[in-house]
């Protein structure tokens, strides 16, 4: 590093090396140089190291933040004037001798010193003004290393407005917001900088990735219409916002609360600029009462199919030679297993304990989810079929994942092209073959507390839903058994034992 100070007459000058993407944005020159003053080469080294680590986090953050779309570019401009305001006044303070801790205006500068120089009634509050003041306006290497900070902001505004592709005018506003940070004043607090940053903290906390686009999405339609209506974030206009939502049930408006809601407590944990704004206020997104649908309104609920519906589709997909359709349809009408919870069965997963096969879900959105399930008798030999012809170890095999780690959202699209052909209305998707399996159940008379653990509900008592280990696989196996289907099953060979299922 010390190979990059050179002196020329009685000044020393840095040379930093500029990463080759930011080299573009200046014609490609590899070595930007600025004086740093008169002085000792190890005070002009000691000066000069501050600002190489601001420079490098500059860049770092600039790299980071190309997000073309929102404020963020003009987020960047303001957290880089911000930081390097602060090295100004690290620099000038210990220049003078004294601690970061001491009070001083926003800007260290000579015009903000004699324009508070009034609130320094104390004699030693006026000592501390002449002190600093004798620092600005000296001929110190640490003023020249002030002007060389200036120099770093304009150079690290000038790559932040390449990285961002930014116009002329655009680049002169960044080059205001780093000189004057407190300028940029944004039209709405979540700005899609911060959204990005809640949803990256969001993923690094094991946030399944669905959740975390649906997160983006409400966060994003919140924040279009707080910039339009240029309403502030409080209670009030949360209603407003709500009551905007014409065409939404209020399901779904209590999801848009919930991502809001989660934004909100991420921001004031871990955004400072947020979290000084919000400071001390209550959640605007929370304790809002919507309304519920009256009785006799139309419903959103899905419909359960019949057990002849559900014969006819297993019964179509084998028509279609779709055998993964019908297989689906199979282990759903057997097990009452959501589509994800299907898609996510392993041969590792498969047990038996005392003459009963059973699989274990281990992942699941809620705690009473995480269960076992005995295999249905009827299911048994299609099952054992099934993981022995797997390709990857998976029940169904040879799905590909979709971008949120989902194995099975191009079979249910085929599920739905299927019951669409049967002439079934959007009340009717795969889930409803859960529901048909609860209602099949119910009908038959089913222990209601074992059948909720066999479809991973939580019972509602707490008798049972913390204090019971719950109903053991033997009682599962009864209830599972009450399930009966008139299902043709085509004729398999057993590769390894030539027997026919």
């Avoid at 944005?25 to 680590?53: D, I």
């Amino acid at each position: 590093m010390a190979d990059n100070l050179q002196l020329q007459g009685s000044t020393w000058h840095v040379r930093i090396d500029i990463p080759k993407d930011v080299r573009l944005a200046f014609g490609n020159r590899r070595v930007l140089s600025k004086s740093l003053g008169t002085g000792s080469r190890a005070e002009a080294m000691r000066t000069r190291l501050p600002f190489l680590a601001v420079w490098q986090a500059q860049i770092q953050g600039a790299r980071e933040a190309k997000l073309a779309s929102g404020d963020a570019w003009l987020e960047d401009a303001q957290f880089l004037g911000k930081q390097n305001t602060q090295i100004k006044r690290s620099l000038v303070l210990a220049a003078a001798g004294m601690s970061d801790t001491t009070p001083l205006p926003d800007g260290v500068t000579q015009e903000a010193l004699e324009a508070a120089r009034a609130n320094w009634q104390t004699p030693e509050g006026q000592a501390i003004v002449e002190k600093i003041l004798s620092v600005l306006k000296g001929t110190s290497p640490t003023e020249k290393a002030l002007d060389a900070g200036s120099f770093m902001g304009q150079l690290a505004g000038l790559a932040a407005g390449k990285m961002h592709s930014l116009s002329n005018d655009e680049s002169q506003v960044v080059a205001g917001v780093i000189s004057k940070p407190e300028s940029y004043k944004p039209k709405s607090l979540v700005t899609e900088a911060k959204i990005q940053s809640f949803l990256g903290w969001q993923r690094e906390h094991g946030t399944a990735s669905k959740t975390v686009a649906h997160h983006q999405t409400r966060l994003r339609a919140f924040a279009k219409w707080q910039t339009e209506t240029e309403k502030p974030i409080d209670w009030d206009s949360v209603v407003l916002w709500l009551q905007s939502l014409v065409s939404i049930t209020s399901k779904t408006k209590q999801q848009y609360l919930f991502s809001c809601s989660a934004f909100w407590k991420w921001a004031i944990a871990y955004d400072h600029t947020l979290r000084e704004v919000w400071k001390g206020k209550p959640n605007p997104f929370e304790g809002h009462t919507l309304p519920k649908a009256r009785r006799g309104t139309p419903s959103t609920s899905y419909h359960a199919f019949s057990r002849d519906e559900v014969q006819n589709l297993y019964a179509q997909a084998l028509v279609k030679k779709d055998q993964s359709l019908a297989d689906l349809i199979l282990i759903g009408a057997y097990t009452g297993c959501r589509l994800e919870e299907i898609g996510r069965i392993q041969s590792k997963h498969v047990h038996e304990e005392g003459g009963t096969k059973y699989f274990q879900i281990d992942d699941a959105k809620t705690r009473a989810g995480i269960r076992a399930i005995p295999v249905h008798p009827a299911l048994l030999s299609r099952f054992n079929m099934m993981l022995h012809s797997s390709t990857d170890g998976f029940l169904i095999s040879g799905m590909k994942p979709d971008k949120h780690g989902n194995r099975l959202p191009a079979l249910g699209k085929r599920f739905g092209r299927l019951k669409k052909a049967a002439g079934f209305s959007e009340a009717h998707v795969f889930h409803s073959i859960r529901k048909t399996v609860t209602t099949l159940l119910h009908r038959a008379g089913a222990d209601h507390i074992v059948m909720t653990e066999i479809l991973g509900h939580e019972v509602g008592q707490m008798t049972f839903d913390i204090y019971s280990d719950g109903a053991s696989l033997q009682q599962k196996a009864q209830v599972i058994d009450l399930l009966y289907y008139d299902f043709s099953f085509p004729a398999e060979q057993n590769q390894s034992t030539g027997q026919l299922f």
